[in-house]
C-alpha cells in the first residue's frame, strides 16, 4: 500500500508542476524546485512491472505535448530563415505580413504554404513558453524526447512534441495529430496503445476536436455527429489554460492588430489563419456591452456583425489600404474568405459543445483564476464610430453608477477567463451548465 501511496504521490507532484507552471503568470513568488523533490527515477522496483530478464518496465504510455496559437517557428522551406518569431530585429520592427497566409480563390481555403513548422517556440522575449513543461517532463517526470519513426520499448518513458503550423484550420491539425498517434502506435508495435496528451492553449481545442471526430471535417454543414474517434487512442488529456468557450482577448487582438514588439500584426493578415476566427467566444455567452452597461446582442460569427460595426476589413481605411496595396480583386477575394472562415468557425465552436458518448478519457484542467481577464466587449460611441473597449480604464465616457469592473472582467489568467477555462457560462456554481456547453469535467 505504501507503494501505491508513492507512486500516486509523485503522479500528483508531476501534475502540480504543470498547474504551477498554468499559472506562473500570476504570481513573482519563487517555484520550489519540485524536479528534486519529486523525482521518478529511484520508485522501488516492487512497484513497477517486469519483463524479459526481470527487468523493470514502467507502464507510462507515452505524452504528446501539443502547443498553441503562435506556439512553433515558422521557417521558410527556400532559405530556412525563421520568419516566426524570428531575430530580435523582427521581434521589435516586424509587422509580419510575410507569414499571412495565401488564399486559393477557387475553394476559399489557404493555398499551400512556403513556411513550415521548425520546432517549438520556448521562449520569445525573454517569456518561456515551453520550456518550463518539457523540463519538468524530462527532470521530474523521467521523460525521454522521442522521434516519430524511430521503434520504441514498451517501458521507456517517451515524450512527442507535435509541432503544426498553428495558423492552419484547427480540424486540419487534428488530422495532422491522427497522423503522429498511428506512426507512435507503429513505433511501439502496439496497434492498441493509448497516449497522454499535454495541450497548451489552442492546443486544447485541437485534442477535444481529435477525440470527438479524429480525422474527419464535420464543419461542412450544422449536423456533428461524434464518431469518439479518439477515445480509444487516448488514456488522459491535460489541458492548460485552455479557451473551452473562446477568449474575448483573441477576438480584441484580431480587431486591433496583435502587438509584437514595437509593431502589430495588423488585422488583415491574422484574418488569412483559419484558426484565428475559431478562438472567438462562443455563442453561448454574452460577449458584448453598451457604454451603460446593457447587454448586446451581436452574432460575432455573422459577416453583418463585422459590417455594421465597421471592424478590420469593413473599417474604409483598411479597406482603402488593403486596395491600394494588392487590388480590388484581392480585397473582394478577402471578404469571401472572411465569410466562409467565420461560417466554418462558428461550426467549430458549436461542434465542440455537442453531447458525446461516454468517454474513457479522463480529463485534467489547469489554468489561473487570480488575474482580473476580459470577459465582455465594451462599445464606445466616440464621433460617430463604435470603439471597443477590452478594459474599463480604456473608457473615455463612463457612465455614473455602472460597475465595469463587474461587467466587462472576470477572473482568469489574463487571457483566459475561468469560465471559458471549465466551459461554464457562468462561474455561479448553483447556475445550471448551460444545455448546449458539454464538458465532460
Same mark, same amino acid.
Given at each position: 500500500?505504501?507503494?501505491?501511496?508513492?507512486?500516486?504521490?509523485?503522479?500528483?507532484?508531476?501534475? #502540480?508542476?504543470?498547474? *504551477?507552471?498554468?499559472?506562473?503568470?500570476?504570481?513573482?513568488?519563487?517555484?520550489?524546485?519540485?524536479?528534486?523533490?519529486?523525482?521518478?527515477?529511484? *520508485?522501488?522496483?516492487?512497484?513497477?512491472?517486469?519483463?524479459?530478464?526481470?527487468?523493470?518496465?514502467?507502464?507510462?504510455?507515452?505524452?504528446?505535448?501539443?502547443?498553441?496559437?503562435?506556439?512553433?517557428? #515558422?521557417?521558410?522551406?527556400?532559405?530556412?530563415?525563421?520568419?516566426?518569431?524570428?531575430?530580435?530585429?523582427?521581434?521589435?520592427?516586424?509587422?509580419?505580413?510575410?507569414?499571412?497566409?495565401?488564399?486559393?480563390?477557387?475553394?476559399?481555403?489557404?493555398?499551400?504554404?512556403?513556411?513550415?513548422?521548425?520546432?517549438?517556440?520556448?521562449?520569445?522575449?525573454?517569456?518561456?513558453?515551453?520550456?518550463?513543461?518539457?523540463?519538468?517532463?524530462?527532470?521530474?517526470?523521467?521523460?525521454? *524526447?522521442?522521434?516519430?519513426?524511430?521503434?520504441?520499448?514498451?517501458?521507456?518513458?517517451?515524450?512527442?512534441?507535435?509541432?503544426?503550423?498553428?495558423?492552419?484550420?484547427?480540424?486540419?491539425?487534428?488530422?495532422? *495529430?491522427?497522423?503522429?498517434?498511428?506512426?507512435?502506435?507503429?513505433?511501439?508495435?502496439?496497434?492498441?496503445?493509448?497516449?497522454?496528451?499535454?495541450?497548451?492553449?489552442?492546443?486544447?481545442?485541437?485534442?477535444?476536436?481529435?477525440?470527438?471526430?479524429?480525422?474527419?471535417?464535420?464543419?461542412?454543414?450544422?449536423?456533428?455527429?461524434?464518431?469518439?474517434?479518439?477515445?480509444?487512442?487516448?488514456?488522459?488529456?491535460?489541458?492548460?489554460?485552455?479557451?473551452?468557450?473562446?477568449?474575448?482577448?483573441?477576438?480584441?487582438?484580431?480587431?486591433?492588430?496583435?502587438?509584437?514588439?514595437?509593431?502589430?500584426?495588423?488585422?488583415?493578415?491574422?484574418?488569412?489563419?483559419?484558426?484565428?476566427?475559431?478562438?472567438?467566444?462562443?455563442?453561448?455567452?454574452?460577449?458584448?456591452?453598451?457604454?451603460?452597461?446593457?447587454?448586446?446582442?451581436?452574432?460575432?460569427?455573422?459577416?453583418?456583425?463585422?459590417?455594421?460595426?465597421?471592424?478590420?476589413?469593413?473599417?474604409?481605411?483598411?479597406?482603402?489600404?488593403?486596395?491600394?496595396?494588392?487590388?480590388?480583386?484581392?480585397?473582394?477575394?478577402?471578404?469571401?474568405?472572411?465569410?466562409?472562415?467565420?461560417?466554418?468557425?462558428?461550426?467549430?465552436?458549436?461542434?465542440?459543445?455537442?453531447?458525446?458518448?461516454?468517454?474513457?478519457?479522463?480529463?485534467?484542467?489547469?489554468?489561473?483564476?487570480?488575474? #482580473?481577464?476580459?470577459?465582455?466587449?465594451?462599445?464606445?460611441?466616440?464621433?460617430?464610430?463604435?470603439?471597443?473597449?477590452?478594459?474599463?480604464?480604456?473608457?473615455?465616457?463612463?457612465?455614473?453608477?455602472?460597475?465595469?469592473?463587474?461587467?466587462?472582467?472576470?477572473?482568469?489568467?489574463?487571457?483566459?477567463?475561468?469560465?471559458?477555462?471549465?466551459?461554464?457560462?457562468?462561474?455561479?456554481?448553483?447556475?445550471?451548465?448551460?444545455?448546449?456547453?458539454?464538458?465532460? #469535467?
Amino acid at each position: 500500500m505504501k507503494g501505491k501511496t508513492n507512486m500516486l504521490h509523485d503522479t500528483r507532484s508531476l501534475l #502540480l508542476v504543470f498547474a *504551477l507552471a498554468s499559472i506562473s503568470a500570476c504570481s513573482d513568488s519563487v517555484i520550489p524546485d519540485l524536479s528534486r523533490l519529486y523525482s521518478t527515477s529511484d *520508485l522501488p522496483s516492487r512497484f513497477q512491472s517486469h519483463g524479459p530478464g526481470n527487468l523493470p518496465v514502467q507502464r507510462q504510455p507515452p505524452v504528446i505535448l501539443i502547443h498553441g496559437a503562435f506556439g512553433s517557428r #515558422l521557417n521558410n522551406e527556400a532559405d530556412d530563415e525563421e520568419l516566426w518569431p524570428g531575430n530580435l530585429w523582427r521581434i521589435l520592427f516586424s509587422d509580419y505580413e510575410d507569414i499571412g497566409l495565401s488564399i486559393d480563390a477557387e475553394t476559399l481555403r489557404p493555398a499551400p504554404s512556403v513556411l513550415r513548422p521548425a520546432g517549438v517556440t520556448d521562449k520569445v522575449v525573454g517569456k518561456d513558453y515551453y520550456g518550463a513543461i518539457i523540463r519538468t517532463l524530462e527532470d521530474v517526470g523521467g521523460y525521454t *524526447l522521442g522521434t516519430p519513426g524511430e521503434k520504441q520499448q514498451t517501458g521507456k518513458r517517451q515524450y512527442y512534441l507535435f509541432v503544426y503550423d498553428w495558423r492552419e484550420d484547427n480540424v486540419q491539425t487534428a488530422g495532422r *495529430l491522427d497522423d503522429l498517434i498511428e506512426q507512435i502506435r507503429k513505433d511501439y508495435a502496439s496497434p492498441e496503445l493509448k497516449v497522454d496528451i499535454v495541450a497548451h492553449s489552442m492546443g486544447g481545442l485541437v485534442t477535444r476536436y481529435y477525440l470527438r471526430y479524429g480525422h474527419e471535417d464535420v464543419l461542412n454543414d450544422n449536423d456533428f455527429p461524434v464518431s469518439g474517434y479518439g477515445f480509444s487512442r487516448v488514456n488522459k488529456v491535460i489541458l492548460l489554460g485552455t479557451p473551452n468557450l473562446g477568449s474575448v482577448s483573441a477576438m480584441v487582438e484580431v480587431l486591433q492588430g496583435l502587438k509584437i514588439g514595437l509593431n502589430r500584426i495588423p488585422p488583415h493578415v491574422m484574418l488569412t489563419w483559419p484558426s484565428t476566427y475559431q478562438l472567438f467566444p462562443h455563442p453561448i455567452l454574452l460577449s458584448m456591452i453598451t457604454l451603460d452597461g446593457k447587454p448586446l446582442e451581436r452574432d460575432f460569427f455573422d459577416t453583418e456583425t463585422w459590417r455594421r460595426f465597421e471592424w478590420t476589413i469593413f473599417n474604409p481605411q483598411v479597406r482603402d489600404s488593403i486596395i491600394e496595396n494588392k487590388g480590388e480583386d484581392y480585397y473582394q477575394l478577402l471578404v469571401r474568405y472572411f465569410d466562409r472562415q467565420l461560417e466554418r468557425a462558428r461550426r467549430f465552436v458549436w461542434s465542440l459543445s455537442v453531447p458525446t458518448p461516454e468517454s474513457p478519457v479522463r480529463y485534467i484542467v489547469f489554468g489561473g483564476d487570480c488575474e #482580473l481577464t476580459p470577459a465582455r466587449l465594451l462599445v464606445e460611441e466616440v464621433e460617430g464610430e463604435s470603439v471597443v473597449r477590452l478594459f474599463p480604464s480604456e473608457i473615455e465616457s463612463p457612465v455614473d453608477g455602472v460597475n465595469y469592473d463587474l461587467l466587462m472582467l472576470e477572473p482568469g489568467d489574463g487571457r483566459v477567463t475561468k469560465p471559458s477555462l471549465i466551459a461554464r457560462d457562468a462561474l455561479d456554481p448553483t447556475i445550471p451548465r448551460h444545455r448546449y456547453s458539454y464538458f465532460p #469535467l
